[in-house]
């Protein structure tokens, strides 16, 4: 356990048998001082930063739910994270999306393993139906994401499902 500025981190590791069972193995002291520096850092300004974030990503979904058709956002309207968009592109396959894609680093939500493509688990739990699954694509913005950055995104997951549609 490590406790500064009203921070508690206690580190819960599954492993080995040291210390008969309580323990995976030694403990990697600076990592666990440098994550409470960064917690304490961070407490600051998160409200800030989270709030810029939730602007930016609702921005982007407003601009690519304006311009691409046959969408479907994955996730809690108000209860996800601030930073990240889970889109799911009907008739489309994530990696060939993902391929068109030019100024937006962006992940699939499908694995492809070999000539196999796979639907996520998470989104076969959620009941996302397989035309959208296999088309979903996950973004995420920063605290340095600006607006003309969205505006660019939005241009380019706008011009990639519209080539890929158009086959």
Same mark, same amino acid.
């Given at each position: 356990?490590? @406790?500064?500025?009203? @921070?508690?981190?206690?580190?819960?590791? $599954?492993?080995?048998? $040291?210390?008969? !069972?309580?323990?995976?193995?030694?403990? !990697?002291?600076?990592?666990?001082?440098?994550?409470?520096?960064?917690? #304490?850092?961070? /407490?600051?300004?998160?409200?800030?930063? &989270? &709030? $810029?974030?939730?602007?930016?990503?609702?921005?982007?979904?407003?601009?690519?739910?304006?311009?691409?058709?046959?969408?479907?956002?994955?996730?809690?309207?108000?209860?996800?994270?601030? !930073?990240?968009? *889970?889109?799911?592109?009907?008739?489309?396959? #994530?990696?060939?999306?993902? *391929?068109?894609?030019? *100024?937006? &680093?962006?992940?699939?939500?499908?694995?492809?393993?070999?000539? /196999?493509?796979? @639907?996520?688990?998470?989104?076969? #739990?959620?009941? @996302?139906?397989?035309?959208?699954?296999?088309?979903?694509?996950?973004?995420?913005?920063?605290?340095?994401?600006?607006?003309?950055?969205? /505006?660019?995104?939005?241009? /380019?997951? #706008? !011009?990639?499902?519209?080539?890929?549609?158009?086959?």
């Amino acid at each position: 356990m490590y @406790v500064r500025s009203g @921070v508690l981190l206690e580190k819960l590791i $599954h492993g080995a048998g $040291h210390e008969m !069972n309580r323990r995976a193995g030694t403990e !990697n002291v600076l990592e666990i001082v440098g994550l409470g520096e960064a917690c #304490a850092m961070i /407490d600051e300004d998160l409200p800030r930063h &989270a &709030a $810029h974030m939730r602007e930016m990503r609702d921005r982007l979904e407003l601009g690519i739910r304006a311009r691409v058709k046959d969408i479907r956002v994955h996730g809690h309207p108000e209860k996800r994270l601030p !930073n990240t968009l *889970s889109v799911g592109f009907r008739g489309l396959e #994530a990696g060939r999306f993902l *391929s068109r894609l030019e *100024s937006v &680093a962006a992940s699939a939500g499908a694995a492809c393993h070999g000539h /196999d493509v796979h @639907v996520s688990h998470v989104l076969e #739990a959620m009941g @996302v139906p397989l035309e959208f699954a296999m088309g979903t694509v996950r973004f995420s913005v920063g605290r340095f994401t600006t607006r003309e950055e969205i /505006d660019g995104a939005v241009t /380019d997951v #706008a !011009n990639a499902a519209e080539e890929l549609r158009r086959g």
